[in-house]
């Protein structure tokens, strides 16, 4: 199994801001890695997917790199509506599976 | 306009059965692949199963054995039978999918329905 682990695991910004999760994967998944933000009581919401493509919908500041087994979101001026948790995904091999998420808060 | 809806959660008691519905709408649950995701209450999004365009179906270890996905094209539903359900099993399980003409992650969700498994 793929163990995705994503640091930090809280973070806690002022608006304006600019933030970086970054996602490591224990073995190279290529650039099958995607980015979700769950609001609180909402559904995840795909933000990137395979690593740095954008999802129409998405503000631009939202955006991703990487390939391998180092990944990162960066989130350029930060928001209020940001104040999320942020999961990793990756869609390389079976079983799927997550990281543990970030929490970004805002000050 | 895509919307899932999953239906068929409650309290059970360990070891018993149960099976989810997921009822898609604004595209056909075959065109590409569609899955089982989960989240304990608090805790963090876990993968549990898939079911591919053409019908092969993958689970997470966790549930290989006790779970089983299904979808029925003519009721454009998901399903996901669990059997020998444990406390662990309790979470919000949500059904996700893809953009058929662009896929890659889960575009889409649903509402999620929540199980809880105890005595």
């Known amino acids: 199994e793929i163990v995705l682990t994503q640091s930090p695991d809280f973070q806690s910004v002022t608006p304006k801001e600019k933030v970086t999760i970054t996602c490591r994967a224990s073995q190279s998944i290529g650039t099958s890695l995607h980015w979700y933000q769950q609001r609180p009581d909402q559904s995840p919401k795909l933000l990137i997917k395979?690593?740095?493509q954008s999802i129409s919908g998405v503000p631009s500041r939202f955006s991703g790199s990487g390939s391998g087994t180092d990944f990162t979101l960066t989130i350029n001026s930060l928001e209020a509506e940001d104040a999320a948790a942020y999961y990793c995904h990756q869609s390389s091999s079976f079983p799927w599976t997550f990281g543990q998420g970030t929490k970004v808060e805002i000050k | 306009e895509v919307q899932l809806v999953e239906t068929g959660g409650g309290l059970i008691q360990p070891g018993g059965s149960l099976r989810l519905s997921c009822a898609a709408s604004?595209?056909?649950?075959?065109?590409?692949?569609i899955s089982w995701v989960r989240q304990a209450p608090g805790k963090g999004l876990e993968w549990v199963s898939v079911i591919y365009r053409g019908g092969s179906t993958y689970y997470a270890d966790s549930v290989k054995g006790r779970f089983s996905i299904s979808r029925d094209i003519s009721k454009n539903t998901l399903y996901l039978q669990m059997n020998s359900l444990r406390v662990e099993d309790t979470a919000v399980y949500y059904c996700?999918?893809?953009?058929?003409?662009?896929?890659?992650?889960?575009?889409?969700w649903g509402q999620g329905t929540l199980i809880t498994v105890c005595s």
């Open positions: 395979y690593a740095s």
């Open positions: 996700a999918t893809t953009r058929p003409e662009d896929p890659g992650g889960f575009d889409y």
């Open positions: 604004g595209f056909i649950v075959s065109s590409n692949y």
